[in-house]
């Protein structure tokens, strides 16, 4: 038997074997629905009117499903429990729905997913059927992240070491969504949307060198287009669920920038607080570039002396050494707006006592997370999103990210369950 006949034979039978099992799920499924209509309670005004059927698609096919309608008359509006119940989303049952959700939100298009479905599992859904219900599940998604924090979600971390860590970056949105904004283009435009990402991980070691070691899979994080005065609050509340209350200690690592800096200010106050290494080498660049210029044969050796010099918590002696090099210079306006950065994150760049005592003093994770969390789904070549579009897909993406996809779930099938799907929507006749 030739290649192409085995790999026709596999299909042959994943289709045979497909056929039976999406017989016998539909058969348990109405066999569910029975139960749960006999066992429904109608609420006050609401009038069972018959059955409806839908056709639902799963992971092995389609099957239709006969249900009772309840419908409320004072209210012009009804709902069939037993979709609720089921933990259908639409027309997809609950193990579709999660798996499109993890296709739609991958580092892929919705036309990429729609195709890996089709070769991968033999699933038929359409790119835009795929959108539909990412954006429906990650409307929920973000609001399941903003959720008010409650003593019960409070994590009881021993780790010697909380860190709390945010940063911002750029998505390219639709020119709705740009109107009116001013921009880094030249022509004083926008182009994009900043977004925050949040992280929180822990600590519990050092390696053999004293180097802090993040520990393994303890990063979680959260994302927003709200300002940074009401996504800081988010942060925080994050920061509870995963042990911010019974840390040891808790550090927040930033990149100095000014929103930034109020952030942890106001929102995390009397934690440790660590301006990113890297960022501080950057300005650090643009203070010698001032008094030097980038070509001169002193620019390179003398940042590396900056370098050497931060990390013996000598930023002081940096500030004022700088300051007498360009005083009377017509560098100087452009030298002390430079070192302007280091003027007000003093406190925060003492790296040498962070590394001490054994502090990550880069923001590395939350960086890599703004590429591989945002970047990659939402920055690739020519993409433009709707701010609730990039929402909900980013919401989706740091649940992921943060291993709590089967957490969400079960939580949108129990509050749909408590509630009885009892959110009204227009029974179409």
Avoid at 72 to 86: I, K, R
Avoid at 329 to 343: G, I, K, N, S, W
Avoid at 412 to 422: E, G, I, Y
Wanted: proline share 3%; with cysteine.
């Amino acid at each position: 038997m030739q290649g192409t006949a085995v790999a026709e034979l596999e299909l042959l039978v994943r289709t045979a074997v497909f056929k039976s099992a999406n017989a016998l799920v539909g058969w348990l499924l109405q066999q569910t629905v029975e139960r749960i209509d006999q066992a429904y309670q109608p609420k006050t005004g609401e009038r069972c009117k018959g059955r409806e059927a839908i056709t639902v698609q799963g992971i092995f096919g389609h099957f239709e499903l006969q249900r009772a309608y309840y419908h409320h008359a004072g209210q012009a509006q009804g709902h069939h429990p037993a979709d609720a119940a089921l933990g259908l989303e639409g027309s997809y049952t609950p193990a579709l729905a999660k798996l499109i959700c993890l296709e739609g939100t991958d580092e892929q298009t919705y036309l990429k997913a729609e195709r890996h479905l089709a070769q991968t599992g033999g699933i038929a859904v359409s790119a835009r059927q795929i959108q539909r219900v990412v954006q429906r599940v990650g409307q929920a998604a973000q609001h399941w992240q903003e959720r008010p924090v409650k003593p019960e979600d409070c994590a009881h971390d021993d780790a010697p070491i909380l860190y709390v860590s945010a940063d911002g970056t750029g998505v390219p949105m639709v020119p709705d969504e740009l109107a009116g904004r001013k921009g880094k283009q030249a022509d004083g435009k926008a182009k994009t949307r900043q977004v925050y990402l949040g992280c929180v991980f822990t600590q519990h070691r050092v390696d053999d060198e004293g180097r802090p070691v993040r520990d393994w899979e303890s990063t979680s994080y959260l994302s927003s287009f709200k300002s940074s005065d009401r996504f800081g609050p988010l942060l925080r509340q994050e920061a509870f669920r995963r042990g911010f209350g019974t840390a040891a200690k808790a550090v927040v690592l930033i990149d100095g920038a000014h929103g930034l800096a109020n952030l942890a200010l106001l929102t995390f106050p009397g934690c440790t607080q660590i301006v990113d290494f890297y960022h501080a080498m950057e300005h650090a660049a643009l203070v010698l570039e001032a008094l030097l210029g980038k070509a001169h044969a002193e620019y390179q050796p003398r940042l590396r002396r900056w370098a050497e010099r931060l990390l013996k918590d000598e930023v002081a002696a940096l500030i004022a050494a700088a300051r007498q090099e360009g005083a009377g210079r017509p560098c100087a306006p452009t030298v002390e707006a430079a070192l302007h950065y280091f003027a007000t994150n003093l406190s925060r760049m003492q790296y040498g006592s962070f590394r001490t005592a054994g502090f990550f003093i880069g923001s590395g994770v939350v960086e890599a997370g703004c590429k591989t969390v945002i970047g990659a789904r939402c920055k690739q070549s020519g993409m433009f999103w709707s701010e609730t579009g990039a929402e909900n897909i980013l919401a989706l993406r740091c649940i992921h990210s943060s291993r709590r996809l089967d957490a969400f779930w079960q939580h949108r099938l129990d509050s749909r369950v408590a509630r009885n799907d009892c959110l009204p929507f227009a029974h179409a006749a």
